[in-house]
């Protein structure tokens, strides 16, 4: 082993790393014990194998310098753009699509992802986020060097490129159907836009025009609902979420029951395999719901503290590295770890409205945990590659 090496695993951030396993364990544990009813299959079996080749790909992404991730930043982002071509050519009927046997996967009427013959499927838009905080870390960081005197016409010209970048993705993978993924790229790009150094006020102005445009929508689907882009089912989302006691059908069971769940752990928890709710696929996007039910009060909190001690790591690895495009793309992993988590949570208790977001490194899923594998070893790259510098 070279010298090269050896400096690399000295400065590995290992407390990272065991936050990993501990993930690893409580998801476990969890989707094991999750009430399955009537679904055949080892999940949590597959679950781990998932996160062994997660674990495969933090190893290939540590023999490569992230600052090479720049000479590839434009072949990434053109990889996935033109997945999601490929899903939308699938939606639109120009290629063939259906629910099991296809290639192109459409399920409960998204169209999101690719069958895989004895692999199962894998959904490009996840990875999608990966590429995407690889290419608007590439971009604002050759702005900086193209532009290193920053004027108001220079701020508007990088967040027309951070904006432009971000709206075809954020485009192909909404029209799939997809409301969970486009709003943890936008967050992906909130989080570039916020640390790009854009004036504020110009931040600002944009954040509330974005808030005005939604308002006139409103009002717009209030008193003209056939000229509104919003939907009558994407009303009757926001509408279950408020008041699920009135919408006690489809639209708002997985919320009535995650609540019935939650609030019977109490303190403590109904113990390993406990507890009489039943909650829809839990193993998946609601797994909170499962942990809170089984291990309570306790064993939630200390999920919740997890993430926060991973976001604490990655704000930590941000910090240390000398290197701006890394602390650019820890940024961005930092705004897609945040948004997710929050998100999954809150829409488990009634403080935000249910998506399709499942709960990075403990929800049951390959596309989903290998996407949170490889940012976490994008991570890790960044925090074992700082340079330090005699009288800093």
């Given at each position: 082993m070279d010298k090269d090496n050896n400096s690399t695993l000295q400065q590995l951030d290992y407390t990272l790393l065991f936050i990993i396993f501990l993930f690893l364990c409580i998801s476990l544990v969890s989707i094991y014990s999750a009430p399955k009813q009537d679904y055949v299959g080892n999940v949590a079996l597959m679950q781990f194998i998932w996160y062994v080749l997660g674990g495969l790909a933090i190893a290939i992404i540590m023999l490569i310098d992230f600052d090479r991730f720049r000479h590839i930043a434009w072949y990434l982002y053109g990889l996935g753009v033109f997945l999601l071509l490929i899903l939308f050519l699938g939606q639109i009927g120009i290629l063939p699509s259906c629910d099991n046997g296809?290639?192109?996967?459409?399920?409960?009427?998204?169209?999101?992802?690719?069958?895989?013959?004895?692999?199962?499927?894998?959904?490009?838009?996840?990875?999608?986020?990966?590429?995407?905080?690889?290419?608007?870390?590439?971009?604002?960081?050759?702005?900086?060097?193209?532009?290193?005197?920053?004027?108001?016409?220079?701020?508007?010209?990088?967040?027309?490129?951070?904006?432009g970048l971000s709206i075809i993705p954020l485009g192909l993978v909404a029209v799939q159907p997809d409301l969970g993924t486009t709003a943890i790229l936008a967050a992906i790009m909130l989080s570039l836009l916020l640390i790009s150094g854009i004036r504020w006020r110009i931040l600002l102005a944009v954040g509330l025009i974005l808030i005005l445009i939604v308002g006139v929508n409103l009002l717009i689907y209030k008193y003209f609902p056939e000229y509104a882009f919003i939907k009558d089912y994407q009303m009757d989302r926001i509408y279950s979420w408020l008041w699920p006691e009135q919408y006690t059908d489809n639209r708002a069971f997985q919320l009535l029951h995650s609540l019935n769940a939650v609030g019977s752990g109490q303190l403590y928890g109904a113990g390993f395999q406990g507890g009489n709710v039943y909650v829809p696929a839990a193993w998946t996007d609601f797994i909170f719901a499962v942990i809170a039910m089984q291990f309570g009060f306790l064993g939630a909190s200390l999920v919740i503290s997890l993430y926060f001690l991973l976001i604490y790591r990655?704000?930590?690895?941000?910090?240390?590295?000398?290197?701006?495009?890394?602390?650019?793309?820890?940024?961005?992993?930092?705004?897609?770890?945040?948004?997710?988590?929050?998100?999954?949570?809150?829409?488990?208790?009634?403080?935000?409205?249910?998506?399709?977001?499942?709960?990075?490194?403990?929800?049951?899923?390959?596309?989903?945990?290998?996407?949170?594998m490889i940012a976490v070893g994008i991570v890790l790259n960044v925090h074992s590659r700082r340079r330090t510098y005699m009288f800093e």
């Open positions: 296809c290639f192109i996967v459409t399920n409960n009427g998204a169209t999101s992802w690719f069958n895989i013959p004895k692999a199962g499927t894998i959904q490009p838009s996840e990875f999608m986020k990966i590429f995407l905080i690889v290419i608007l870390s590439h971009v604002t960081m050759k702005h900086h060097e193209l532009y290193p005197e920053k004027t108001v016409r220079d701020d508007l010209l990088l967040l027309g490129k951070i904006v990655i704000i930590h690895a941000a910090l240390e590295t000398h290197d701006r495009f890394g602390s650019f793309l820890c940024s961005g992993v930092i705004g897609m770890f945040t948004f997710q988590v929050f998100q999954n949570i809150g829409m488990t208790i009634q403080v935000l409205p249910i998506t399709g977001i499942p709960l990075p490194f403990i929800s049951y899923g390959g596309s989903s945990l290998i996407t949170s």
